[in-house]
């Protein structure tokens, strides 16, 4: 559940800013996970029901300034500060644990800053170098750098090259559950050359990708049993976008992706990575403040884990239903939507796990949440104003 507040204030008409709030609850639950067989510690299989929930609060404001009208500047700071308020855990087959399974005192703090630089070299290029910072009072500090350079050819075509830099902090769990030694940030370089194509009523993009991932947070499966950084991978692959509107309240998004995802040093592929995904989504706006949408997700085939004879991991569809209402005050929305509306049997990949040199492998995989509701509200104070210039 999300709830946020934001509005917008102006200097002038170079000078604008946005400042918004913002608390964000998270919940997950894991009902009858299964453990280890029958015979081990008990006469029947032993299971475990989790349940963790946390707390994110967020205070961010953003600064625009544009000195000409083809330079733009913008500077950004934020603070979040996360909590875990519950991690709890009943065990079936297995007495005497303790009530939860993490520190329910845990907090991390983080500091950002951002600064952008947006420039038209002409009315034909634009070039964006983006410069990210990111302090976590538990990891330490992280620098995330992005430069693009957009060239529109004409009204109809344009062509894109990016590179970004960007992290992945470790979560609680699995600072907790670590192997030996201290688990890292994953880090990920990503570059990206895409072409556009526009037409009155539909639009298509083709996006060719490499990005380079250096140690993943995973489960040491041979190893200790717990979290650490993983092997370097590589992912590259193409992504083809589709866009069709048909009249002004009904509109179709379509995306078609395949990825060739392998450990750099074996070229292994990576564990229940699917190499084909795809997505279609149809947003009808019945009314000015009723929206509708239904998206479909399809998911290929999944890889397990190396030295898992079982075959991979069948493809899977999903379908969920969202609904979204503007109130008739200025800024408000709700959404409200059924995840997984279909009720369709989704399974991850297991990790592998032994005791005592027992295999102890999921028999029909990690079995994922079946279909249940979601609800979100935002509230954006300056969603009435004018837009920012230029």
Do not use: C
Request: proline residues 6%.
């Amino acid at each position: 559940m999300t709830a946020e507040i934001a509005g917008d204030w102006r200097l002038g008409d170079t000078l604008w800013g946005r400042v918004r709030v913002e608390g964000q609850r998270y919940r997950r639950e894991r009902n009858d996970l299964y453990v280890f067989p029958g015979g081990l510690f008990s006469e029947g299989p032993i299971t475990v029901t989790q349940d963790s929930r946390e707390t994110a609060l967020l205070a961010a404001a953003d600064l625009h300034w544009q000195p000409v009208h083809r330079h733009k500047l913008l500077f950004g700071l934020e603070s979040k500060q996360v909590d875990v308020d519950e991690a709890s855990w009943s065990w079936r087959n297995l007495p005497h644990l303790p009530p939860t399974w993490l520190d329910t005192g845990l907090q991390r703090r983080v500091l950002s800053a951002i600064a952008q630089d947006e420039l038209r070299a002409s009315d034909r290029v634009t070039a964006t170098a983006t410069l990210r910072y990111d302090d976590y009072d538990d990891l330490g500090s992280f620098t995330s750098p992005r430069a693009a350079l957009v060239w529109r050819i004409d009204d109809a075509n344009i062509l894109k090259l990016q590179y970004a830099r960007a992290f992945r902090p470790p979560t609680f769990y699995e600072l907790a559950y670590s192997g030996t030694g201290s688990v890292e940030a994953a880090e990920i370089a990503t570059y990206e050359l895409g072409y556009i194509l526009k037409r009155p009523t539909w639009e298509t993009r083709l996006i060719l990708f490499h990005s380079d991932l250096k140690g993943p947070v995973l489960l040491d499966e041979l190893g200790t049993g717990g979290f650490a950084n993983g092997p370097d991978a590589r992912l590259q692959g193409a992504e083809l976008e589709y866009q069709q509107r048909f009249g002004t309240r009904l509109k179709l998004d379509a995306n078609l992706s395949y990825v060739d995802a392998v450990q750099e040093a074996t070229a292994d592929p990576l564990p229940g990575g699917a190499s084909l995904l795809g997505n279609l989504a149809l947003l009808w706006q019945s009314s000015e403040r009723w929206t509708t949408a239904l998206q479909l997700r399809y998911v290929g085939e999944r890889s397990r884990t190396i030295g898992d004879s079982r075959p991979d991991l069948d493809p899977y569809v999903l379908l969920d239903l969202t609904l979204n209402w503007h109130a008739p005050a200025p800024g408000l929305d709700v959404h409200l939507g059924i995840k997984n509306l279909a009720d369709a049997d989704v399974r991850y990949a297991d990790q592998f796990q032994s005791f005592n040199g027992v295999e102890l492998p999921y028999p029909d995989a990690y079995p994922r949440p079946p279909r249940r509701a979601a609800h979100r509200a935002v509230f954006d104070r300056g969603a009435g104003d004018a837009g920012a210039p230029g």
